[in-house]
């Protein structure tokens, strides 16, 4: 499947690489206007070859392709990443667990917000003076 799809690749690029190489060596003594035109169909040419080398035909499986019935990769990935099973139902916690995490989360947020000694974070301690300033 690889071999197929090398091969146009390869002769979309030897095709550009021909018409950039005849147009500067052949051409452009003939008519400078017509190598400029073979250069800007060849400038063309790589972005289809690119296309064309990765265009996925019907034949080809591709390596994260699942058998039927079954989740890819990426989809046991997000399952995993959202604590879920296979079948989408959310692994079960207890309520007790649910309560002491959210406990855990909101004190994290007041200590952020406190900041060092108590303060709200970004107030400065009383007779703190500005970064650069000086005393008068």
């Not at 002769?11 to 017509?34: E, H, K, Q, Y």
């Not at 301690?125 to 005393?135: K, T």
Request: aromatic share 8%.
């Amino acid at each position: 499947m690889y071999a197929r799809r090398r091969r146009r690749y390869f002769l979309l690029m030897g095709g550009c690489l021909v018409l950039f190489v005849s147009a500067w060596t052949f051409v452009r003594d003939w008519s400078v206007p017509a190598a400029v035109g073979l250069c800007l169909v060849a400038m063309l040419i790589p972005p289809m070859a690119a296309i064309v080398g990765n265009t996925k035909d019907r034949t080809d499986h591709w390596w994260d392709d699942p058998p039927e019935g079954e989740p890819s990769e990426s989809e046991k990935w997000l399952d995993e990443l959202d604590h879920r099973t296979r079948h989408g139902k959310h692994h079960e916690r207890s309520e007790e667990q649910r309560v002491a995490e959210q406990g855990r989360v909101a004190e994290q947020g007041r200590e952020m917000e406190r900041g060092q000694g108590g303060r709200p974070a970004g107030k400065p301690p009383p007779g703190a003076r500005a970064p650069g300033s000086r005393r008068r």
